[in-house]
Each structure stands twice: as C-alpha cells, then as structure tokens.
C-alpha cells in the first residue's frame, strides 16, 4: 500500500476510449498538467489516452478528477503510489497513433479482450495445472522481475508480440494468464490471442503494480521495471527473491541501471561495485565512449533541461483557465 505521509504522487492509468479530436484534446490536457504543476509523459490518441505522472498529492487529486470528469475516461483507473519528490523532470503531452506501439490497430479492446481478473482472482487462478502464465513486456523488463513459471518471450518491444505468438499455438487449449506493468498492454495481448484462436485467456487487471498493492505481490520473483526516474520498484511484500544477475560481474542483483554510454544506452542490471567501477557503463569500450554521462549512482539520465518550455508549439489561449475539469472537450465527444 502507498506511504501517505509521502507528499507526492505517482499515477500511472491507461483508458481505451474514442477521441474525435485528439490534438485539440493534447493541447488542452497539456495546459491543465502545466496549470496544476505536474510532470509525467502522457499519450493522447485517437483510441484514447496513456500515462504516467507526477505531482504533490492535491495537484495529483484535481488531475484524476478532470481526467474522469470527462465521460470518455470516467472509467479510468489509477495506480497511485508516493514518493518523496517529482519522479519526471518535465511534462510531455504527445499525440501518437496508438496508446502502446502494437502494430495492432485494428483491435479496440472495448469491443473484445481477455476476461480481466482482479489481484486476488490472478492468485488464485495462476498456479492451476492447466493454466499458463504468460508475460507479454520487453525482455528487459522480465529479466529484471516476472511472475513464478511464467512465460517470457524475447522481445525488444511490444510491437514484435504478434510476431512471437506463432511460438506459442501449442498452447492454445491452456488457459493464458497475460500481464505486465500496468495491464494496459494486455489489453491488446489478449485480444490478439483470441483473434489467433487461444481460447481461454485471460489478463491481470492493473498489471503488476496493482497486484502489488492489493495481495503483496506474492510470487512475483525480483523487481518492476518502472519507466520513470525510480527505474524499478519493489513488489513481493511475501516472499521476494531476486532473480536477475549483474551484466558485469554475474552475482545477484536487482539494480537496474541505463549504461552511461548515450549510444548504448542498454537497460541493464549492475551492481552497486561494479556501477562505479565502470561509472555508470556496461562495459569497458562504454566507459570511454566520450559521449559517456556524468554517473551519479542511480543510473537514471535526464535529458537536458535547459531552456525547456512548457508553452513550446501551443497555439491556444495559454493564459485561460485549465484548471476546472468542466473546461474540456466533452462538449465535442
């Protein structure tokens, strides 16, 4: 469960749902993150919306009751967690195709998906003989945690996933247990999987985090791999363990680190010993790349900064008021 006495906040929530006029909607989402000074990277799409930010507590509270004051997203969940500062440097707010990158566009998961299971139904459901688990993140990802006897398929990113499926049709009279990180992946895996004729399937609904925060996190073997400055975080209150290993040295470690070397840039798990051994890089030719970055013991590299402007490419009034949820596109849906 969050730490309350924390005073920021870190939400992470996807939502399916159409959006007839997506960059006006960007632009105006934009403003109201600027408005009520919260950072994060933020998807807007035509088949709805995808994030993950940050803010104080009650800057976080007024952004999740504009997002479902808005009933295009009203079913919207998030996933909160606390945490002692902002864990984004910036707001990004983009228009992209799709909320995930899937190469799976003519599915709308509102129309047909796995059946969701909630933290307590996955549990009890996961260790049955004729159950499947199945892990549908990158290989970074699960190398550094993933679920007892899961499934995992060496991909780089999701949109290699139907690709991969073809691996998997001997176990298409299994019941298939999809999950990832927030569930919003999902989604489309299982969708796809009973386009390809798996039958029984199923996905964890809010992913691993929120299997983490209802039941403990029991049986999830190593870290979350996080796509903010916290990189991974912590799951299995139960019975953790660790699972990945040190790229540089093999001994046991969850300490996941992006290597300094910008052109490599590799996610990879060291070691405390050898990060400042190498200064951040995975491997000798990394450490003298003269690109390298400035390695401070996190491992996490924020972009420059400098002469960052929130208002950069707005075309609208930026001086109205963004900060009533009524003040949105829910008059044009």
């Known amino acids: 469960m969050e730490n309350t006495n924390k005073p920021y906040r870190i939400l992470l929530y996807y939502c399916y749902a159409e959006i007839c006029n997506p960059e006006e909607y960007r632009e105006e989402h934009h403003l109201f993150c600027v408005a009520n000074k919260l ?20 800057d976080c509270d007024a952004y999740m ?32 195709p799709e909320i995930v990158h899937s190469s799976l566009r003519h599915l709308d998961p509102n129309v047909k998906t796995g059946k969701h299971l909630e933290p307590e139904e996955f549990k009890q459901l996961k260790d049955q003989e004729d159950v499947v688990i199945l892990d549908v993140r990158s290989k970074y990802e699960h190398d550094l945690g993933h679920f007892k006897n899961a499934i995992m398929i060496d991909i780089d990113n999701f949109r290699e996933f139907p690709e991969r499926v073809k691996e998997l049709a001997h176990l298409k009279n299994k019941k298939v247990l999809t999950y990832c990180t927030g569930g919003i992946k999902c989604e489309k895996a299982s969708a ?43 799951v299995n209150q139960v019975n953790p363990t660790i699972v990945s290993a040190c790229h540089c040295c093999n001994s046991p470690s969850d300490r996941m680190v992006n290597c300094a070397n910008p052109s490599c840039n590799d996610h990879l798990a060291i070691c405390e010993a050898c990060g400042w051994e190498l200064e951040g890089a995975c491997c000798p ?12 013991g996190t491992g996490y590299y924020q972009k420059n900064t400098n002469g960052y402007n929130p208002f950069l490419n707005i075309h609208r009034d930026s001086t109205k008021d963004r900060s009533n949820p009524s003040h949105d596109s829910t008059a044009n849906s």
Not at 40 to 56: C, K
Not at 65 to 93: C, L, M, N
Not at 211 to 222: C, I, K, L, P, Q
């Open 39 to 58: 950072r994060g990277r933020i998807i807007i799409s035509d088949e709805g919306l995808n994030g993950t930010v940050s803010g104080l507590a009650e």
């Open 65 to 96: 009751a504009y997002i479902q004051a808005d009933p295009r997203f009203a079913k919207t969940e998030f996933k909160i967690d606390s945490h002692e500062s902002h864990a984004f440097a910036k707001i990004h707010v983009r228009y992209k």
């Open 192 to 234: 796809y999987l009973l386009e390809q004729g798996f039958e029984d399937v199923y996905q964890l609904h809010g992913g691993i985090i929120k299997y983490g925060m209802e039941v403990g996190g029991e049986d999830f073997e190593g870290k979350c791999y996080v796509f903010d400055n916290r990189i991974a975080v912590a």
């Open 285 to 296: 030719a990394c450490q003298v790349h003269p690109d390298k970055r400035h390695y401070d």
